[in-house]
C-alpha cells in the first residue's frame, strides 16, 4: 500500500512536470511571439517582454512569488508543494524556451486558437494531477477575500483587466484575440480534466418502474438503481431509476421505455467520465 502511494505521488509530480512544459511550449511558440496576452501573470509578462524587453519567465516568477507568499499569510496554506513547484518550473522554462523558439506562425487567429488549445492541455494535466501554476488564481483569492465577490467573479475581473490592458498595449484587434484564446483554453481544459463526453445517464420517472427496471437488466444488460422520489404536485411516492448507458445505446433505451410506458418521463445528460463495472477501471 505504501509503495503504490509513494508511486502515485511520483505519477502525479511527473504529471505536473509534463503539464507545465506543455504550457511553456504553448506560450513561448504561439502566446509570447503572437502579443496574445491571454489573462494572468503570463499576460502581464508578455505586456512587458513586448513593451520593455523584460524576460517573460523571470517576471512571471517576480510577480508570483509575492502572491505566493500573501496567499499563504492571509488565506492559509491552500497551495501546496505542487503549485510551488509548477510556479518555478513553468518560469524557468519559458526562459530557457524563448530563445530557440522561432514563432511557428505569423497569423494573430492561428497562434491564438493553437496557444490556446496547448496551454489548455498543459494546465489541464496540471490541475488533473493536482498541481497549479499559481498566477491570477492566487490574486482572484486575495480579491475575493477583501471585497464583496466570489473568487470566479474576482478571476473574470484580473484575467479582465489584464487583457484589457493588452488592449492598450497591442491594440484592440489583439485584445480579441486574447480573448478568444482565454475561451479556446479554457474548454480545453475542462475537456482534459473531465474527458470527452461517451456515455449518458438518464433520470426514469415512471409508473412501472419494475418493469422498466427488468429491461434494463435483462434486455440492454445494464446496471440501474432505484432512487426514493416523491411527485410534488401529486403528493405520491415513486421510485426513480438511475441508469448510465453508452451513447449508441441511449435511442434504444427511450424506446424500450415508451413500448412500457408512453407516458415515462425521461431526463438525459452527458457523462464525461465513468469509472466502474462495464465502463473504465475504478
Given amino acids: ?15 505536473v512536470l509534463i503539464g507545465v512544459a506543455i504550457t511553456a511550449f504553448g506560450l513561448t511558440w504561439f502566446l509570447i511571439p503572437g502579443r ?26 517576480v510577480l508570483n512569488i509575492p502572491l505566493f507568499i500573501a496567499s499563504i499569510t492571509i488565506i492559509g496554506a491552500v497551495y501546496g508543494a505542487k503549485t ?24 494573430p487567429l492561428l497562434a491564438a486558437v493553437y496557444g490556446g488549445v496547448i496551454t489548455g492541455i498543459g494546465l489541464g494535466f496540471t490541475f488533473r494531477s493536482g498541481g497549479s501554476t499559481g498566477g ?22 484580473v484575467d479582465g483587466f489584464v487583457i484589457v490592458l493588452a488592449g492598450f498595449a497591442f491594440g484592440p484587434e489583439l485584445a480579441l484575440y486574447a480573448l478568444l484564446s482565454v475561451f479556446v483554453s479554457t474548454k480545453t481544459i475542462d475537456l482534459v480534466q473531465e474527458g470527452q463526453s461517451y456515455a449518458k445517464a438518464a433520470y426514469i420517472i415512471s409508473d412501472h418502474s419494475d418493469k422498466v427496471g427488468d429491461m434494463i437488466l435483462n434486455t440492454l444488460e445494464r446496471g440501474a438503481t432505484a432512487l426514493a422520489g416523491r411527485g410534488v404536485y401529486t403528493d405520491t411516492d415513486r421510485e426513480v431509476l438511475f441508469v448510465i448507458v453508452s451513447r449508441s445505446e441511449i435511442r434504444t ?13 425521461i431526463v438525459i445528460s452527458d457523462v ?11
Avoid at 253 to 265: G, M, N, Q, W
Fill in 272 to 282: 464525461h467520465e465513468v469509472l466502474g463495472e462495464g465502463f473504465k477501471k475504478l
Fill in 253 to 265: 433505451l427511450c424506446r424500450l421505455v415508451s413500448e412500457i410506458d408512453p407516458h415515462a418521463f
Fill in 136 to 157: 491570477t488564481d492566487m490574486a482572484a483569492q486575495l480579491v475575493a477575500r477583501f471585497l464583496p465577490t466570489t473568487v470566479g467573479r474576482a478571476l473574470l475581473f
Fill in 36 to 61: 496574445i496576452a491571454a489573462g494572468g501573470v503570463s499576460g502581464l509578462a508578455t505586456v512587458g517582454y513586448h513593451l520593455f524587453g523584460l524576460p517573460v519567465g523571470m517576471t512571471m516568477l
Fill in 84 to 107: 510551488f513547484i509548477g510556479t518555478i518550473v513553468l518560469s524557468v522554462l519559458i526562459d530557457l524556451f524563448q530563445p530557440w523558439a522561432a514563432p511557428l506562425t505569423s497569423d
Fill in 1 to 15: 500500500m505504501r509503495k503504490r502511494k509513494v508511486f502515485q505521488k511520483i505519477r502525479e509530480y511527473l504529471g
